[in-house]
Nanobody, 120 residues
Framework: QVHVVESGGGLVQPGGSLRLSCVAS????????MGWYRRVPGKERELVAA???????NYADSVKGRFTISRDNAKNTVYLQMNSLKPEDTAVYYC??????????????WGQGTQVTVSS
């Protein structure tokens, strides 16, 4: 069983910053890509940023230059530093982890989501 838990969401004013964290725990061999997604009611969930096990990153165009994804492989943790936040960044943010088992099967696990609200 694998558990994925996000933290760090909240209410922030436009132009402010937040840092999201996500930790994966349980029984697995390793983690490949870890990513952050977000969903606004009535819209499809979208990729915000992702990072591979060797540190390669990918960002949505809407957050490039403002958000930074990083990870600590020893702690099975991924972070999302969000700066210069805009009202349109308001969403529920979800963490996704690609877990590899000792039998080399890969599974996707999702966290429960954390609300980020950008408002004055």
């Amino acid at each position: 069983q694998v558990h994925v838990v996000e933290s760090g969401g909240g209410l922030v004013q436009p132009g402010g910053s937040l840092r999201l964290s996500c930790v994966a725990s349980g029984s697995f061999f390793s983690i490949n890509t870890m990513g952050w997604y977000r969903r606004v009611p009535g819209k499809e969930r979208e990729l915000v940023a992702a990072i591979t096990s060797d540190g390669s990153t990918n960002y949505a165009d809407s957050v490039k230059g403002r958000f930074t994804i990083s990870r600590d492989n020893a702690k099975n943790t991924v972070y999302l530093q969000m700066n210069s936040l805009k009202p349109e960044d308001t969403a529920v943010y979800y963490c996704n982890t690609e877990v590899v088992t000792s039998s080399w099967w890969q599974y996707d696990y999702w966290g429960q989501g954390t609300q980020v609200t950008v408002s004055s």
